[in-house]
Protein backbone atom coordinates (compact mmCIF):
# COMPACT_ATOMS: atom_id res chain seq x y z
CA UNK A 1 0.00 0.00 0.00
CA UNK A 2 1.65 3.25 -1.02
CA UNK A 3 2.38 5.70 1.96
CA UNK A 4 -0.66 8.20 0.16
CA UNK A 5 -3.31 5.24 1.11
CA UNK A 6 -2.05 4.36 4.14
CA UNK A 7 -2.28 7.87 5.43
CA UNK A 8 -5.62 8.23 4.05
CA UNK A 9 -8.63 9.58 6.82
CA UNK A 10 -10.89 6.53 4.86
CA UNK A 11 -8.44 3.66 5.28
CA UNK A 12 -7.45 4.68 8.43
CA UNK A 13 -11.39 4.79 9.52
CA UNK A 14 -12.17 1.69 7.35
CA UNK A 15 -9.49 -0.29 9.06
CA UNK A 16 -9.85 1.39 12.52
CA UNK A 17 -11.38 0.02 16.07
CA UNK A 18 -15.07 -0.42 15.15
CA UNK A 19 -18.39 -1.43 16.84
CA UNK A 20 -21.07 -4.07 15.91
CA UNK A 21 -24.35 -2.93 15.84
CA UNK A 22 -26.03 -6.22 17.39
CA UNK A 23 -29.62 -5.53 17.13
CA UNK A 24 -31.69 -4.47 15.05
CA UNK A 25 -33.15 -1.45 17.07
CA UNK A 26 -29.43 -0.59 17.34
CA UNK A 27 -29.57 -0.36 13.56
CA UNK A 28 -32.68 1.98 13.90
CA UNK A 29 -30.81 4.35 16.06
CA UNK A 30 -27.52 4.34 13.93
CA UNK A 31 -29.53 5.26 11.28
CA UNK A 32 -31.75 8.20 12.67
CA UNK A 33 -28.01 9.49 13.92
CA UNK A 34 -26.99 9.58 10.35
CA UNK A 35 -30.18 11.73 9.44
CA UNK A 36 -29.46 14.09 12.01
CA UNK A 37 -28.09 17.47 10.42
CA UNK A 38 -29.77 16.66 6.98
CA UNK A 39 -28.22 13.81 6.05
CA UNK A 40 -25.62 15.80 4.18
CA UNK A 41 -22.02 15.14 3.97
CA UNK A 42 -22.27 11.32 3.67
CA UNK A 43 -20.31 9.05 0.80
CA UNK A 44 -22.08 6.38 0.03
CA UNK A 45 -19.56 3.80 -1.93
CA UNK A 46 -21.00 0.63 -2.54
CA UNK A 47 -17.31 -1.47 -2.90
CA UNK A 48 -16.09 -3.02 -6.34
CA UNK A 49 -17.54 0.03 -7.91
CA UNK A 50 -15.72 3.12 -8.33
CA UNK A 51 -15.83 5.15 -5.39
CA UNK A 52 -17.75 8.37 -5.35
CA UNK A 53 -16.22 11.64 -5.43
CA UNK A 54 -19.33 13.59 -4.29
CA UNK A 55 -20.67 13.12 -0.81
CA UNK A 56 -24.56 11.75 -2.07
CA UNK A 57 -27.58 14.30 -1.11
CA UNK A 58 -29.91 13.84 1.59
CA UNK A 59 -32.18 12.20 -0.98
CA UNK A 60 -30.30 9.68 -2.39
CA UNK A 61 -28.98 8.78 1.84
CA UNK A 62 -32.05 8.49 2.68
CA UNK A 63 -33.16 5.90 -0.04
CA UNK A 64 -30.12 4.06 0.75
CA UNK A 65 -30.53 3.48 4.24
CA UNK A 66 -33.71 2.67 3.76
CA UNK A 67 -33.04 -0.18 1.02
CA UNK A 68 -30.34 -1.39 2.83
CA UNK A 69 -32.14 -1.87 6.33
CA UNK A 70 -34.97 -4.01 4.14
CA UNK A 71 -32.15 -5.94 2.14
CA UNK A 72 -30.09 -6.86 5.52
CA UNK A 73 -33.58 -7.75 6.90
CA UNK A 74 -34.58 -10.08 3.87
CA UNK A 75 -31.36 -11.39 3.34
CA UNK A 76 -29.20 -11.79 6.86
CA UNK A 77 -32.91 -13.95 8.45
CA UNK A 78 -31.32 -13.67 11.72
CA UNK A 79 -32.96 -12.07 15.51
CA UNK A 80 -29.35 -10.18 15.39
CA UNK A 81 -27.88 -7.81 13.11
CA UNK A 82 -24.13 -8.21 13.12
CA UNK A 83 -23.04 -7.13 10.00
CA UNK A 84 -23.31 -3.34 10.35
CA UNK A 85 -20.04 -1.95 12.07
CA UNK A 86 -19.57 1.75 13.10
CA UNK A 87 -16.56 3.84 14.34
CA UNK A 88 -19.04 5.67 17.06
CA UNK A 89 -22.38 4.55 17.83
CA UNK A 90 -22.85 8.21 19.35
CA UNK A 91 -21.54 10.72 16.65
CA UNK A 92 -20.94 7.88 13.40
CA UNK A 93 -18.56 9.10 10.65
CA UNK A 94 -17.88 5.66 9.55
CA UNK A 95 -19.94 2.97 8.99
CA UNK A 96 -18.86 -0.35 7.47
CA UNK A 97 -21.62 -2.95 6.01
CA UNK A 98 -21.30 -6.44 4.95
CA UNK A 99 -23.27 -7.94 2.19
CA UNK A 100 -25.16 -10.62 3.71
CA UNK A 101 -24.68 -12.94 0.67
CA UNK A 102 -21.22 -12.41 0.82
CA UNK A 103 -19.97 -12.60 4.40
CA UNK A 104 -16.53 -14.61 4.32
CA UNK A 105 -14.71 -14.67 7.05
CA UNK A 106 -16.09 -10.69 8.44
CA UNK A 107 -14.04 -11.26 11.93
CA UNK A 108 -11.15 -10.89 9.97
CA UNK A 109 -9.07 -13.80 11.02
CA UNK A 110 -8.48 -14.79 7.55
CA UNK A 111 -5.32 -13.29 5.77
CA UNK A 112 -7.43 -11.62 3.11
CA UNK A 113 -10.44 -10.65 5.23
CA UNK A 114 -13.48 -10.12 3.22
CA UNK A 115 -14.19 -6.97 2.36
CA UNK A 116 -17.71 -5.14 2.83
CA UNK A 117 -20.39 -4.53 0.90
CA UNK A 118 -20.73 -0.89 1.39
CA UNK A 119 -19.63 2.01 3.43
CA UNK A 120 -21.10 4.74 4.45
CA UNK A 121 -18.34 7.80 5.64
CA UNK A 122 -17.72 11.20 5.87
CA UNK A 123 -14.24 10.75 4.44
CA UNK A 124 -14.16 10.53 0.92
CA UNK A 125 -13.83 6.84 -0.08
CA UNK A 126 -10.67 4.98 -1.80
CA UNK A 127 -10.97 1.66 -4.04
CA UNK A 128 -10.61 -0.53 -1.54
CA UNK A 129 -9.62 -3.46 -3.84
CA UNK A 130 -7.00 -1.26 -5.31
CA UNK A 131 -5.75 -0.47 -1.30
CA UNK A 132 -5.52 -4.05 -0.62
CA UNK A 133 -3.03 -4.81 -3.39
CA UNK A 134 0.41 -5.28 -2.64
CA UNK A 135 2.52 -2.84 -4.76
CA UNK A 136 3.49 -3.72 -8.30
CA UNK A 137 7.45 -4.01 -6.79
CA UNK A 138 6.31 -6.87 -4.65
CA UNK A 139 5.72 -9.54 -7.10
CA UNK A 140 8.87 -9.02 -8.96
CA UNK A 141 10.87 -11.71 -7.11
CA UNK A 142 7.68 -14.22 -8.05
CA UNK A 143 8.23 -13.71 -11.89
CA UNK A 144 12.20 -13.88 -11.29
CA UNK A 145 11.74 -17.07 -9.26
CA UNK A 146 9.64 -18.44 -11.71
CA UNK A 147 11.53 -17.08 -14.72
CA UNK A 148 9.39 -14.87 -16.39
CA UNK A 149 9.29 -10.86 -16.27
Given at each position: ???????N??LR???GR?E?????????A?????????????YV????Q??????????????????I??R??????E?????VYVDD????G??????P???????GS???P??P????????????????R?P?????????L????
Open positions: MTGELHEAYACNLGILRWPELDLWARLRQGGGEDWYAVGPPPTTPASPEELERFLAERQLLDEHRDYCGISEAPFVKIYDGNLGMVCSDVTLGWTLSRAAPVDLDEARPRQAGRWWRKLGTR
